[in-house]
Structures are given as C-alpha cells and as structure tokens.
C-alpha cells in the first residue's frame, strides 16, 4: 500500500496538500465542509454540489435516542477517547447496512459518520457536566453548529471561523498510526465502523493523538512567559523532558499547519488577552528557543500540537476534548483511505524479521 492520491506531505520543505491543493490555500479559502468533499469526491464542489452535500450533513447531525441513553449510562470520568469509541462502535449496531462494505455503501456511513462525531462529543460534554443536551441547528455550518452545542450559544464569527480551519488542518495526514490501523482493518473486509473504532483507538494513544494537551500541560507546568528561559535549561538542554508539541516523523522542518494556528493564537491573545495571551506569550518563547536550538541543527521543530490547544483554550473548549476534537475532524481522512484502499482491496498482512534462534532441541520437563 504504496500509492495514494489523498494526501501529500513534503516534510523537507513544509508543504501539506489535500487532493493536490496546498493547506494553505485551503484554510484560507475553504470551509471544513468543502474540504470533506474535495477528500472525498477528488474534486471541487460546484455552489449547486457543495449545498446539496452541507444539506446532507446537516441532516445527518443529529444522535439516535439509544445513543444518548447509552452516553447517560456511562460513568463521567471515562475519556472522551473512550466515549467516542463506544458511541461509534453502538452507531454501528444501529446501522442495518453495516455489513456493506460496498463504496457507496462506505460513502453513505462516512457522510452520517462525520455529521455525527461532533454532536457526540458535544453531547457528552454536556452530560458530563450535568447541563441541557442543544440539539443540532441546521441553519449553521458544521463548526459554527459544534461550538453552538458544546456552549449553549452561538459563538462570534472569529472563534466559528477558527473552529472551521482547525478541522480543516486535522482533516487529513497520510499513512499515519490511525489511518493504517483503519486500512488494515479494513482489508479484512470488516466493516466500516469497526475500521473506524480500530483509528480511534489508535489516536487515543499519547505518542499519536495527545500532543496538543501535553503542550498545553507544559504551559501550565512553565507559568510565565519569564520562566521560559530557566525552565529550557533545566529540563530541555539536561534531557530531563522534551518539549510537548515539537518533532515529528514526517516534519523535518516548520509544520505548515503549525503556522495557521500559531497566527490564530496570536489574533486571540491580542483579542482576549489574560491567560489566552500568557499561554501565547510561552509558547512563542519557548519555540524560538526550540527553533534556535532543536529545528536547525537536529529537524526537532514545533509541530501543529504546539499551537493548537492555545486556539481550542480560547474556543472554550476543554482540555479533556482535544483529542475528540481532533477525531471528529480526521473521520474523513480515515474514511477516504479505507474507501481508496478497500476499491483494490488485499489484506494486508506485513512480515517480521525474525531474530531468534531456530531448531531448538526441546528438553522433556523432568530433565529441565
């Protein structure tokens, strides 16, 4: 499974295509909805296609009833990671085309799938905290909508917008754990829901989805912008740690995407200031160290993580959801490899390396 025609990354020069357009194009341009379709369909919509297509996802937000009672049910410590992956994982039971492992078949659940994460998580959040479930508003956008049920109100146009972009950046990367644990789940010929509960797990793990919160933890171990300098030292350049949010197997150089969110968390700490604008205020310290001492010498550079829960932080998102966040908006890069890869489908089974000895005389127990 070499070849695709989804993604693009050229780390050693800070280039991210979806489909052929370059990220930067498209968070400037686009929205989280025209961007599922051109993953999808390898195209650009038309205004009459892209209506029809957001039309269609907003019918499909909403969660059936079972599912919400199952969500009540649930103890409210359980991670949002884990509350996704059973929700899901129900959804499927629910689905009499399940088994349907034709592409329109995939196509018709990755549509219900992707309208659905997002009220999942939101619902959630609000059942955790003892709040009113907001039902889903068809008049707004798919992230606009999000916000509206995780706050109870609607947002300003900045944070919408934001919110749009940041789906738009985790939409899709290539071949990583997630995505490889979807495709070979897959290739089995099992069905969709199990491919996606499989990437789910997968990004719940700490080296793959939880980048963003640990960098934000760091923050908080840091304090101020003041400490920044003396922290590094005792901890970065003794390698006591690492720093959160900074490398990555791909990257050998600046993550485009950690460029958009790095300029949106500078328009919120401009805008908002108080601990949004201390949060940037030490991350901006803390990278040009990095930058300085890490990215030039070793390709240690920060990455899209680093910057990315500062934005969430000022959305009013918390910090427990990030990584749900972050997989709502990846269903549809999931979704577009298990399609790519399942249309010339063979299972995939990789070989080991075997490093251990052969033709072992086997010892009866009693001589042992």
Not at 243 to 253: E, I, L, N, P, Q
């Amino acid at each position: 499974m070499d070849k695709s025609t989804i993604c693009f990354i050229d780390g050693f020069h800070s280039k991210l295509y979806y489909r052929g357009y370059s990220i930067e194009d498209l968070a400037r341009n686009s929205t989280y909805e025209e961007v599922v379709y051109l993953i999808l369909h390898d195209k650009l919509p038309t205004k009459r296609e892209l209506s029809d297509f957001s039309g269609w996802m907003r019918e499909e937000r909403d969660i059936p009833g079972q599912v919400v009672e199952l969500l009540r049910k649930i103890p409210k410590d359980i991670e949002p990671m884990e509350i996704l992956r059973t929700a899901v994982s129900y959804l499927g039971n629910l689905d009499p085309g399940r088994y349907d492992m034709s592409r329109d078949g995939m196509y018709r659940k990755t549509i219900r799938l992707i309208s659905k994460m997002p009220s999942i998580v939101a619902y959630w959040h609000r059942i955790k905290n003892g709040l009113d479930l907001v039902e889903p508003d068809p008049r707004l956008s798919h992230a606009e909508n999000f916000l509206y049920m995780l706050h109870g109100k609607r947002q300003e146009e900045l944070l919408n917008r934001a919110m749009d972009v940041s789906m738009i950046l985790y939409a899709e990367h290539e071949m990583n754990a997630s995505a490889f644990t979807a495709v070979v789940i897959a290739s089995t010929l099992s069905d969709y829901y199990s491919a996606i509960v499989g990437a789910i797990g997968a990004l719940r793990g700490p080296l793959h989805g939880y980048a963003n919160v640990e960098a934000m933890r760091q923050f908080d171990e840091i304090g101020s912008p003041e400490n920044v300098d003396s922290w590094y030292r005792e901890n970065i350049l003794t390698g006591k740690k690492r720093v959160m949010g900074a490398g990555h197997r791909v990257y050998k150089s600046y993550d485009p995407r950690a460029k958009i969110f790095r300029e949106y968390a500078k328009i919120f700490a401009e805008k908002y200031g108080g601990k949004v604008k201390n949060y940037y205020d030490i991350a901006y310290r803390l990278e040009t160290l990095v930058m300085a001492q890490l990215c030039e010498p070793k390709n240690i550079c920060t990455n899209c993580d680093f910057w990315a829960g500062i934005c969430y932080y000022a959305m009013g998102i918390p910090i427990d959801l990030y990584c749900a966040v972050f997989a709502a908006a990846r269903t549809v890069g999931w979704s577009a490899h298990i399609i790519e890869y399942t249309a010339d489908n063979r299972i995939l089974r990789p070989r080991l390396y075997y490093d251990g000895e052969v033709d072992k005389e086997f010892v009866p127990i009693d001589r042992r």
